[in-house]
Nanobody, 124 residues
């Protein structure tokens, strides 16, 4: 089982960019589908993006398509989320998650391992 640690969050102005990183410890990182989710107080966790085991295939939530890009470096056990053109509504705690299998699921209950989260705040 992997353990996940996110970093890269921060406070930025609307329109700016941030890159989140999630480093996995443990074995067999390349056997996990990796996802990013986000959550604001009082709301359910929202799907942001997922990457296949090889990183060749990605899936995005509708609200971030065209602005966010997920990628992974299996040699470094790391998955990234490049966030461009940030909006105030992107403000949330962002979580990295891992799941077995091959499907790029958008439901959080399919992911068995989670990081501690990193705060992203975009101000207008």
């Amino acid at each position: 089982q992997v353990q996940l640690v996110e970093s890269g969050g921060g406070l930025v102005q609307a329109g700016a960019s941030l890159r989140l990183s999630c480093v996995a410890s443990g074995q067999a990182f390349s056997t996990y589908v990796m996802g990013w989710f986000r959550q604001t107080p009082g709301k359910e966790r929202e799907f942001v993006a997922a990457a296949s085991r090889s990183g060749e295939t990605a899936r995005y939530g509708d609200s971030v398509k065209g602005r966010f890009t997920i990628s992974r470096d299996n040699a470094r056990n790391t998955v990234y989320l490049q966030m461009n053109s940030l909006r105030p509504e992107d403000t949330a705690v962002y979580y990295c998650a891992a799941k077995g299998g091959f499907a790029l699921e958008d439901a959080s209950n399919f992911y068995g391992t989670w990081g501690q989260g990193t705060q992203v705040t975009a101000t207008s």
